[in-house]
């Protein structure tokens, strides 16, 4: 197909490829992620059930994260409510990237942690600790232990 | 979105369905396409985009090189265009993380790399794509010329995320003519609630012994609950995903489609030859048409008989992961069809069924180890506890709970993987409208089935197909 010399499809063809380059970096860069934190945070807790969870603050995010979460732009961390609960929810926006690669270290060494105290006798807590989504995404690091996990990751996703 | 969630199975499937009736010919492909893409953007609603670019990019390449068919040198071009541009958008969502890790481990300074989630279900609908772009070139089939059409069978809810991979020849009619029956819609929703089944009340139930057995620290696992363990993920990964390839077939029956089978009885096999025309038959298939017989196949010497098969059973491997221990489980099979192949299929056609039947069942759980096991190390890890060593003696009370526990459980998942409950029930219950009684009485076991899958639903937590990661 060439109108007044110019191949259509062959335009069409690599206009494409550039397309798809250029969402490719748009994703890489923003990761879809600059959602306010209210927002997200607002998505991802009407889905949630927080039976099993607390709400924790600061010093309960530097006690088991090992971070000041006033060096983050915002911080959302719900806690198992119960010595045997591993239902666990953490949010995190972040200031830049070398810090969302601390925060999301870190709750992986939580989670690493949790596995190594179930594993042996909690099966059921071991799984779910197994199955945990942490997942980074523009500027944020998001965490979910627990049976709906998969709604607050839909949930967060959607967000962005 | 699942298959098996309630939000699926209460909300979009029947408004789908409704919509799809409801609507004149002409609007059909419309409300499965617009349905499709809500499906996908439900869990992964950046990637949607994704997926439409590669659908306008993949529907012009096709154009661009049916028109060059005459040309067979331009048409030659654009195929090798099209085909690095798809495997580069699979390669950097799937393998990009791995591949830089990897180097990452020899090299003395880090390359630094962010990795992207992974597209749900880009694996199958690249596959599916490339069927069609090469299929195009090789004039197997005519180039799709409607867009709607292209976009209906890349997106198609029923096998979007998980497969069967359907090739575009075995569905290139149906996305313009095709027949929606009462008995096809019937048969379609027997196989979806079979699947149904097979994933809720077998596959997650199998799913909690093996989890059971892979939390226990290494020291406490004997022989016999290691194997207990193998065997409980070699059921788990068979019903789960047989069963979600029931409920595609399913679906696409009562959306008027037909699909090949996926699985054929895998587990009766008496060889790792036949195990593999019976397990995800179309990838293999896929495998077979595109690399292995492009090739060569077995038609060339023995020692590039041998690289085909070797670079067939690698890339099967590291289609199903980005990771060394996907990699080790497609060469083992490589070099396990190498062997039998050379050296072992004429003992196997001589030796009594119940043995081949045993060798083939041993070798295959054995793969599944390197399969579920998050590395290569934990996988040879496993493999130690199953010969015994660095584990717990050779039985204790927890094998033999386990095996108690679930006594009933082990024969239902044992007859359920053979023909045999199958042709039981074809026979003596399903009357397939012979007889009024027959098909009430397959109506409320089908009916128990599904009210037992909705009962455990509601009450259990999230259980992704394990095919969902590929």
């Known amino acids: 197909m060439k109108k007044n010399g110019m191949d259509i499809i062959n335009i069409l063809k690599y206009g494409m490829v550039l397309v798809i380059f250029v969402y490719v970096v748009i994703l890489l860069v923003g990761q879809g992620g600059d959602a306010p934190m209210e927002t997200v945070q607002e998505n991802i807790l009407s889905v949630v059930k927080k039976e099993g969870m607390q709400e924790a603050g600061t010093q309960e995010f530097k006690r088991y994260y090992g971070l000041n979460a006033n060096d983050c732009e915002g911080v959302l961390l719900y806690l198992p409510n119960d010595v045997m609960g591993v239902d666990e929810l953490l949010l995190v926006r972040v200031r830049s990237e070398s810090q969302a690669e601390a925060v999301k270290d870190a709750a992986q060494k939580r989670l690493d942690t949790q596995i190594e105290s179930f594993e042996g006798y909690g099966a059921e807590q071991t799984k779910l600790l197994k199955a945990a989504i942490l997942e980074d995404r523009g500027n944020y690091i998001f965490m979910v232990v627990g049976k709906n996990a998969d709604k607050a990751y839909t949930a967060f996703k959607k967000s962005l | 979105m ?8 209460f909300t979009f499937l029947p408004i789908i369905l409704i919509l799809y009736y409801l609507v004149p010919r002409v609007y059909k492909n419309i409300v499965l396409l617009v349905g499709s893409l809500i499906f996908y953007a439900w869990g992964e609603p950046v990637y949607i985009f994704l997926m439409i670019f590669s659908i ?28 690095v541009v798809n495997l580069l958008i699979l390669g950097f969502f799937k393998y990009e993380g791995f591949l830089l890790g990897s180097i990452n481990a020899v090299l003395p300074f880090d390359i630094p790399y962010r990795e ?10 690249t596959f599916q794509i490339l069927s069609y772009i090469i299929d195009v070139y090789r004039e197997e089939v005519e180039v799709q010329t409607n867009i709607l059409d292209f976009a209906v069978y890349v997106t198609m809810f029923p096998q979007l995320i998980a497969g069967p991979i359907v090739q575009y020849a075995d569905i290139d009619r149906q996305l313009h003519v095709r027949k929606e029956t009462i008995e096809n819609f019937g048969e379609g929703v027997l196989f979806f609630i079979r699947g149904l089944s097979k994933k809720v009340l077998l596959a997650n139930m ?24 193998c065997a409980a993920y070699t059921f788990q990964i068979y019903f789960d995903f047989s069963g979600y390839s029931d409920m595609a077939i399913g679906l696409g029956k009562m959306f008027g489609f037909e699909f090949k089978r996926n699985f054929f009885y895998p587990y009766v096999s008496k060889s790792i030859t036949e195990f593999w025309r019976r397990w995800h038959i179309s990838l293999g298939s896929w495998f077979r048409d595109y690399v292995y017989i492009p090739l060569g196949g077995n038609r060339v010497s023995k020692g590039k008989h041998i690289r085909n098969i070797m670079v067939v059973w690698m890339l099967t491997g590291l289609w199903h992961g980005a990771a060394w221990n996907f990699v080790m489980w497609g060469l083992y099979y490589g070099i396990l069809l190498l062997i039998e192949k050379y050296a072992l299929i004429k003992i196997l056609d001589k030796l009594p069924s119940i043995v081949s039947h045993i060798y083939c069942l041993v070798l295959v759980m054995v793969g599944w180890v390197f399969f579920f096991s998050p590395t290569l190390g934990n996988a040879l890890d496993y493999l130690k506890l199953m010969i015994g060593v660095g584990g717990h003696g050779l039985v204790d009370r927890q094998g033999m709970y386990i095996l108690m526990t679930n006594g009933w459980m082990w024969i239902i998942l044992i007859f359920g993987s053979t023909p045999v409950v199958h042709d039981f029930y074809e026979r003596f219950i399903y009357s397939n409208g012979q007889s009024k009684m027959k098909a009430v009485i397959n109506c409320i076991v089908y009916a128990i089935l599904f009210i037992l899958c909705i009962a455990y639903l509601v009450t259990e937590s999230y259980n992704p197909f394990l ?3 590929f």
């Open chain 2, 206 to 229: 199998t799913g909690m012994i093996f989890d059971k057995v892979f939390a226990m620290e290494a020291g406490r696992v004997s022989v016999l609950s290691a194997w207990f363990g």
């Open chain 2, 2 to 9: 699942l298959f098996s969630s309630i939000v699926f199975l």
């Open chain 2, 56 to 83: 306008l990019f993949n529907y012009i390449s096709g154009l661009d090189i049916a028109r060059n068919l005459k040309k067979k040198e331009e048409a030659k071009k654009s195929l090798v265009f099209n085909v």
């Open chain 2, 116 to 125: 992207l989630p992974l597209p749900i279900g880009i694996s199958f609908y």
């Open chain 2, 467 to 469: 095919y969902f990661r």
